[in-house]
């Protein structure tokens, strides 16, 4: 089952635009962690917010956290072509694992 | 420096046989995690081996096994295939028992059962 759920599933905007995502989830977390993954290929991880946390940034990428209401954004300045892809969020908790949400669909139209 | 390696990249296989699939860790990492993706969804956690050993389990059946050898490479067998079993199957590499520092991923092995 999945632990998280990503908002919206599919995504689509033009080049340059900002894109926005979010996660919710369901029991108390270590960490949330956003990976990217392109054409049913391998994740690549983007960047990991520890619950004591409440914001990040990693390049454009900008990722919030609030775990109060047991949701995340992930926020993409400034879209390319190239950030085309599914993210998703994946939470961390004592246990070593991690437990992923079933993804948004970005597309980026030139 | 070699990130994740996973072999075979693709396979196709008859309902009712077995496979193994191959995860090499990414050079200094030493837990090895595996997951199930089926098409448009999420990967499912099966199952994570550390020091040699199952560490935690999914939710899978026991027709899902798997095995670390103590180069930290892994295996990954599922008996007795159905036609439900067909995914994309990644291997997760990361360093300690926990993970707090995100994991690599290989690109995967996409297994398809007819």
């Known amino acids: 089952s999945q632990q998280g759920e990503e908002d919206p599933q599919a995504l689509s905007i033009q080049e340059g635009e900002n894109a926005t995502m979010n996660c919710s989830y369901k029991?108390?977390?270590?960490?949330l962690q956003w990976y990217r993954q392109n054409s049913g290929r391998g994740l690549v991880h983007l960047i990991l917010?520890?619950?004591?946390?409440r914001e990040k940034h990693s390049g454009r990428l900008r990722v919030t956290l609030d775990t109060s209401k047991k949701s995340s954004s992930l926020l993409i300045t400034a879209s390319r072509a190239a950030d085309t892809a599914s993210y998703f969020c994946?939470?961390?908790?004592?246990?070593?694992?991690?437990?992923f949400g079933s993804g948004t669909r970005l597309s980026i139209r030139p | 420096d070699a990130g994740v390696t996973q072999s075979p990249t693709h396979l196709i296989k008859t309902r009712g046989q077995q496979v193994t699939l191959r995860c090499s860790p990414k050079?200094?990492?030493?837990?090895v995690s595996w997951y199930q993706q089926a098409l448009g969804q999420g990967p499912q956690f099966i199952f994570q081996?550390?020091?040699?050993?199952?560490?935690q389990r999914g939710n899978f059946p026991d027709r899902f096994s798997g095995h670390q050898f103590p180069n930290y490479s892994s295996e990954l067998n599922v008996n007795a295939l159905l036609l439900g079993d067909s995914a994309l199957y990644l291997c997760?590499?990361?360093?300690?028992?926990?993970?707090?520092?995100?994991?690599?991923f290989g690109s995967g092995t996409r297994l398809t059962v007819v």
């Open positions: 917010i520890r619950s004591n946390e």
């Open positions: 994946a939470t961390g908790s004592s246990a070593s694992k991690i437990i």
């Open positions: 997760a590499s990361s360093r300690g028992g926990n993970s707090p520092y995100g994991y690599t």
């Open positions: 029991t108390s977390i270590n960490n």
């Open positions: 050079s200094g990492h030493d837990t």
């Open positions: 081996y550390y020091e040699e050993e199952e560490r």
